[in-house]
């Protein structure tokens, strides 16, 4: 059995596709848990209605109060009690052989330690699939590796990643005072420093559409969580490979910037060298000229 974990935010109106994909699995092994994260539309009201329906799947919905999508999983996972887990959003649905797929590649690498879980591929609702997937015949059914490789392998883009859940209870999210959000990649990346692969899938099992009230939108996302941002990005700046690194402490140095942070200071809260805050300056005057014609082209 396997744990399919939900945080959700005020998704009332659209958790019920996800509901409906979880009813038609070819697999019903596997278990619900949703984590209200203090929504304050009808949410609550379809759980109570859906608890009274014969599924052959149980439901364990719990409110908590509003701590962000990070600290909701965190919650759930102390919570479960089967050796895998499944993280889906609330506004995405899985293809009906979903969990079916998920034990098949789950039964692979069960007795191999060095992986942390398995992953399938994620695709638009139109069908298009997001992110590469590698195109050479050696890796047309799977690909091993940890989660920093994936730029190496051609596994770009958002995945449906599978994890055990020992792992998640030994790589929990870091919680920061006053921030409600922190990109899941910290933790990934953490589990792949240490060793762990991921066995990725060349399968589709998940469809997501990224919402206009999704956390991936909008820039005040990491002026208002900039501890957490600032942990991703020292991580990005060790680990990624050249430019990628670069490029994210371009990033950085510009929010940082706005929110009256020294050069000096940024140099310390990220532990690199002045040469380094220099080019990323130098990067940031790069793309906005490049922003700047592009604008003025068009």
Not at 103 to 118: C, L, P, R, S, Y
Not at 136 to 149: G, H, T
Not at 157 to 166: C, F, L, M, S, W
Not at 256 to 271: C, M, N, P, S, T
Request: glycine share 6%; with cysteine; aromatic share 14%.
């Amino acid at each position: 059995m396997i744990s399919i974990i939900t945080p959700t935010y005020n998704r009332g109106y659209i958790i019920n596709n996800l509901y409906e994909s979880l009813k038609q699995q070819t697999c019903q092994d596997f278990e619900w848990i949703v984590i209200d994260d203090g929504s304050k539309d009808d949410t609550s009201k379809l759980f109570d209605k859906w608890a009274k329906e014969k599924n052959q799947f149980a439901i364990e919905y719990e409110y908590t109060e509003n701590g962000g999508k990070h600290r909701a999983i965190n919650y759930a996972v102390k919570k479960v009690h089967t050796d895998f887990c499944f993280i889906v959003d609330s506004d995405d649905y899985l293809t009906n052989d979903a969990v079916e797929s998920i034990h098949e590649w789950i039964d692979t690498i069960k007795n191999d330690n060095n992986f942390a879980g398995v992953a399938g591929l994620r695709q638009y609702p139109s069908g298009n699939i997001i992110g590469r997937y590698p195109k050479s015949r050696k890796y047309e059914i799977y690909v091993d590796a940890d989660n920093l490789e994936r730029r190496k392998k051609h596994l770009t883009g958002d995945k449906a990643e599978v994890y055990r859940t020992d792992i998640l209870k030994k790589y929990p999210f870091p919680e920061f005072e006053g921030e409600n959000f922190l990109t899941e990649d910290v933790i990934w990346n953490r589990i792949a420093i240490d060793g762990y692969r991921i066995r990725w899938f060349n399968h589709v099992i998940y469809i997501c559409e990224y919402l206009e009230d999704g956390l991936t939108k909008g820039k005040d996302r990491s002026i208002n969580n900039f501890k957490g941002f600032t942990e991703a990005t020292k991580m990005r700046i060790k680990y990624w490979e050249f430019p990628y690194n670069y490029l994210s402490l371009s990033i950085f140095y510009n929010i940082a910037i706005q929110l009256g942070v020294h050069d000096a200071e940024i140099a310390e809260l990220l532990d690199v060298s002045k040469k380094e805050i220099a080019f990323a300056k130098i990067i940031s005057i790069i793309k906005r000229m490049i922003k700047k014609v592009c604008f003025n082209k068009y």
